[in-house]
């Protein structure tokens, strides 16, 4: 009975969200997404009248986003044909440097201040120093994600705070990029801004018209074999069961071959990383078997917004607000640094690491470091809406090789567990030393910009 609940609840927030947003024009104006609006609703209406609401089904809707990130992690590869490494690198590689930049520098920013100045004037644990990317660069799937981890590390709170940080994550990217893109086309660095009072009123409210209403995928099996949707979420369980294994593999290893260590890796690393793994394995397999034209990336997209809007929602509605309110200054200060550390990124080093469409390439990284992916894109959309400089290409090619690492990759799981195992300052070391590494690369590049 609670799953019913649960899903009728959020369906209700998610409904109520798009019928405010079409409603409020500012909310229009601020391209709030509707998960957020109706998770925000969820939050007042817990806050407000929560004994009204058992305690048990709030609490298994805080859960959800744990399960819901599996699902968009299994998505990300599955229907695509990967190019070339080498391709790969060549095309986007002032990109990735400065994806690596602003995601490194988020670690060395946020446990940096967690360990050198929250832990002795506020005694929090240290691990609120990987919030930062986590909530920042991962958004609320790798915060939900990443639940176990917190638990097993013995900082529950760390849960409620991640969703603060990825909810107030998404709203600076988006206002403080809609600011940025405003300034950009007042110095003349864009010219294809489709401004809020340019677009049509379908565009403003997010409705397609009847006429003009785009594919959400194509099917690839006949409905009479098997429902071609249902194909496509048995792909993605077979992928969440592939890296379920490979995660029950690796702690089986590690009990195995260090029976006497008291701390264990593996115990509270996250699935979702390895099931972005399961995902490419599928696809390896498919495309070996020359049956790959049966999966179709549209529909995973579909499968995995679907998801990403459900969890979002049932993310910030859950927010414990007492933890974020007895929490609050360290979060505030951290965000504030974190949201310059990208303005620095654009501002400086951007016009300078990109030969073309600078702001273009930039705008994207800065969405997706502050808000996740679908900011960036967003953002990106604003500045180039037919798609006519690198940008996009570039953004595109990046993820390749970017999203496996950061923002919910293997290093955003392995850094929290080495945080709660080893501590803060050597995993900080790291840090500064990737961010050094990029930093090189970076200027190495930015050097052959100038002499060219």
């Given at each position: 009975m609670n799953a019913v609940v649960i899903f009728c609840l959020l369906s209700v927030l998610l409904v109520l969200g798009k019928l405010v947003r079409l409603g409020v024009p500012v909310l229009q104006r601020l391209y709030l997404p509707s998960s957020v609006i109706g998770g925000l609703i969820g939050l007042l209406v817990f806050s407000c009248f929560g004994q009204y609401f058992p305690a048990e089904t709030v609490k298994a809707m805080g859960k959800l986003p744990g399960f819901l990130i599996n699902v968009i992690f299994a998505a990300i590869f599955l229907g695509t044909v990967a190019p070339k490494l080498k391709d790969v690198f060549k095309m986007a590689m002032p990109q990735l440097c400065m994806g690596q930049m602003l995601a490194w520098g988020q670690y060395v920013i946020g446990l940096g201040l967690a360990?050198?100045?929250?832990?002795?004037?506020?005694?929090?644990?240290?691990?609120?120093?990987?919030?930062?990317?986590?909530?920042?660069?991962?958004?609320?799937?790798?915060?939900g994600g990443m639940t176990q981890s917190f638990r097993d590390g013995g900082w529950e709170e760390g849960i409620a705070l991640g969703y603060t940080v990825a909810t107030g994550g998404m709203i600076l990217g988006i206002l403080v990029g809609m600011a940025l893109i405003n300034w950009a086309l007042n110095k003349g660095h864009i010219r294809s801004v489709r401004t809020f009072d340019e677009r049509d009123r379908s565009e403003r409210i997010g409705i397609y018209q009847a006429d003009a209403r785009p594919s959400a995928g194509k099917q690839t099996v006949f409905c009479d074999s098997i429902d071609s949707l249902a194909w496509h979420i048995a792909l993605l369980g077979i992928s969440i069961l592939i890296g379920y294994g490979m995660l029950k593999g690796l702690q089986f290893l590690e009990v195995t071959l260090f029976p006497d260590n008291e701390s264990r890796l593996f115990s509270g690393f996250p699935l979702f990383p390895l099931c972005m793994i399961g995902g490419v394995l599928v696809q390896i397999i498919f495309q070996k078997m020359k049956v790959n034209y049966l999966i179709d990336h549209g529909q995973m997209q579909r499968l995995s917004g679907a998801s990403l809007d459900f969890l979002v929602v049932a993310a910030v509605a859950t927010i414990r607000l007492e933890v974020v309110k007895a929490n609050w200054l360290p979060l505030v200060i951290m965000m504030s640094v974190g949201l310059l550390w990208s303005v620095f990124l654009l501002m400086v080093v951007a016009p300078r690491l990109f030969k073309s469409a600078w702001f273009e390439c930039a705008i994207a990284e800065f969405g997706q470091g502050l808000g996740v992916t679908a900011t960036g894109l967003m953002l990106l959309r604003t500045v180039d809406p037919e798609s006519k400089t690198v940008a996009a290409a570039s953004f595109g090619y990046k993820q390749l090789i970017h999203e496996p690492v950061m923002g919910g990759g293997l290093w955003t799981a392995f850094a929290l567990v080495l945080v709660f195992s080893i501590g803060w300052f050597p995993v900080w070391l790291i840090c500064l030393g990737m961010l050094m590494i990029w930093g090189i690369i970076t200027g190495i590049i930015i050097a052959r910009n100038r002499k060219k």
């Open positions: 360990g050198f100045l929250f832990l002795p004037l506020f005694g929090v644990n240290a691990a609120m120093g990987n919030l930062l990317e986590i909530g920042f660069e991962g958004g609320h799937g790798t915060v």
